[in-house]
Nanobody, 124 residues
């Protein structure tokens, strides 16, 4: 059984920063792709960022490029999302996800395990 637990969400003013963290347990994740998705009220869950096991060449949604940075620590089975220059439209529940293999996936159906989510609210 795989468990993913997110932390670090909260309330922040526009232009501010937050760092999300996801701790994985149950299996060794060194050969898995880890990602972040988000879901705003009334909208579908959308891809934010992903990182393959090597930690190289991360993938980002266009809406967060240049503002968000994904990183992972395979020894600790963690994946973080550093979010800078936050905008009102970044408000959402953020989910950590894991998929088998070392290729990127951009849709929810491509991921095998999910965390419970952490709320990020950006205020004006």
């Amino acid at each position: 059984q795989v468990q993913l637990v997110e932390s670090g969400g909260g309330l922040v003013q526009a232009g501010g920063s937050l760092r999300l963290s996801c701790a994985a347990s149950g299996r060794a994740f060194s050969s898995y792709t880890m990602a972040w998705f988000r879901q705003a009220p009334g909208k579908e869950r959308e891809f934010v960022a992903a990182l393959i096991w090597s930690g190289r060449s991360p993938a980002y949604a266009d809406s967060v490029k240049g503002r968000f940075t994904i990183s992972r620590d395979n020894a600790k089975n963690t994946v973080d999302l550093q979010m800078n220059s936050l905008k009102l439209e970044d408000t959402a529940v953020y989910y950590c996800a894991v998929r088998y293999g070392s290729t990127y996936g951009h849709t929810t159906g491509e991921y095998d395990y999910w965390g419970q989510g952490t709320q990020v609210t950006v205020s004006s």
